[in-house]
Nanobody
């Protein structure tokens, strides 16, 4: 599985941005995809994830209600719509994919075996 992330950029606080992650390769009923981010000087953290088969979604508390994750199965693409952005959302965002994903692992970066290159999101105040 290869992942290609795109859509990062510079946006003002309160603005919106949509990230995209295109996957190539096989999927399965236990396949899941997610977004993680890493701000300067901080550890990588979970943002959101989605089950490929049923579409169940998972969010971190910091983005719940502002970000929406979705997937387009026909295009093998995962999207992250980010609304109400704040400077605290500034980070490099990484998309990830994994097989044999279960509910308890959908938020864990160690469960994802495939990672895309990061895309930088900068939110100015």
């Amino acid at each position: 599985v290869q992942l290609q992330a795109s859509g990062g950029g510079l946006v003002q606080a309160g603005g919106s941005l949509t990230l995209s992650c295109e996957a190539s390769g096989r999927t399965s009923n236990s396949y899941g995809m997610g977004w993680f981010r890493q701000a300067p000087g901080k550890e990588r953290e979970f943002v959101a994830s989605i089950r490929w088969s049923g579409g169940s979604t998972y969010y971190s508390d910091s983005v719940k209600g502002r970000f929406v994750i979705s997937r387009d199965k026909a295009k093998n693409t995962m999207l992250l719509r980010m609304n109400g952005l704040t400077p605290e959302d500034t980070a490099v965002y990484y998309c990830a994919a994994g097989f044999s994903m279960i509910t308890s692992t959908m938020r864990s970066d160690s469960a994802y075996g495939y990672w895309g290159q990061g895309t930088l999101v900068t939110v100015s105040s």
